[in-house]
T-cell receptor
Framework: DAGVIQSPRHEVTEMGQEVTLRCKPI?????LFWYRQTMMRGLELLIY????????DSGMPEDRFSAKMPNASFSTLKIQPSEPRDSAVYFC?????????????FGAGSRLTVL | AQTVTQSQPEMSVQEAETVTLSCTYD???????LFWYKQPPSRQMILVIR??????QNATENRFSVNFQKAAKSFSLKISDSQLGDTAMYFC???????????FGKGTRLHILP
């Protein structure tokens, strides 16, 4: 398996632009997580899905952020409009939830810079 | 709400020494999982070790072992015979069975010095 695949690896955009980050989880995994990493706040859980259904989005900073998982093999995190304070590394991770499982596999991350 | 606290923002040790990274957590649950993840400069997050709360025996993976103190809600990571390749950010993480949400501490940056 190729692991969790995220795109783009790097994105530089200007304030006010829409940003879409993409994630392909590991085949067979039933849970998907989006995290944001910054120096100040560490790794923050933004949202997670179980069987494509959003379970907890309490970590999503505000209405400018939205996430979707239309099927088991694809998820997006969208920021519209983007702001400089959104600059961070965004990680997608997936896992198979259940007894003896629950180990997160992370993608390589998407580094977002908003100017 | 569950919290994970790593009290050491940064540590440095000499190669071949043993180092212990601290982690405490807060929960009212009795069933949960604990993890240590490593993030080297490449940015990739890598699982180091995992512990299930109902297991009293401390988990071990080669040079990595944990000291799991359930009553004290403590989950420290010991790295024996440290190597230059162990230089990384280390994150402690917690997952409770009830809602499957995995939360992370703020990390400890570990430098292994030659």
């Amino acid at each position: 398996d190729a692991g969790v695949i995220q795109s783009p690896r790097h994105e530089v955009t200007e304030m006010g632009q829409e940003v879409t980050l993409r994630c392909k989880p590991i085949s067979g995994h039933n849970s998907l997580f989006w995290y944001r990493q910054t120096m100040m706040r560490g790794l923050e859980l933004l949202i997670y899905f179980n069987n494509n259904v959003p379970i907890d989005d309490s970590g999503m900073p505000e209405d400018r952020f939205s996430a979707k998982m239309p099927n088991a093999s694809f998820s997006t995190l969208k920021i519209q409009p983007s702001e400089p304070r959104d600059s961070a590394v965004y990680f997608c991770a997936s896992t198979l939830q259940g007894p003896g499982a629950n180990v997160l596999t992370f993608g390589a991350g998407s580094r977002l810079t908003v100017l | 709400a569950q919290t994970v606290t790593q009290s050491q923002p940064e540590m440095s040790v000499q190669e071949a020494e043993t180092v212990t990274l601290s982690c405490t957590y807060d929960t009212s649950e009795s069933n949960y999982y604990l993890f240590w993840y490593k993030q080297p400069p490449s940015r990739q997050m890598i699982l180091v070790i995992r512990q299930e709360a109902y297991k009293q025996q401390n988990a071990t993976e080669n040079r990595f072992s944990v000291n799991f103190q359930k009553a004290a809600k403590s989950f420290s990571l010991k790295i024996s015979d440290s190597q230059l390749g162990d230089t990384a950010m280390y994150f402690c993480a917690f997952m409770q069975n009830r809602d499957d949400k995995i939360i992370f501490g703020k990390g400890t940056r570990l430098h292994i010095l030659p």
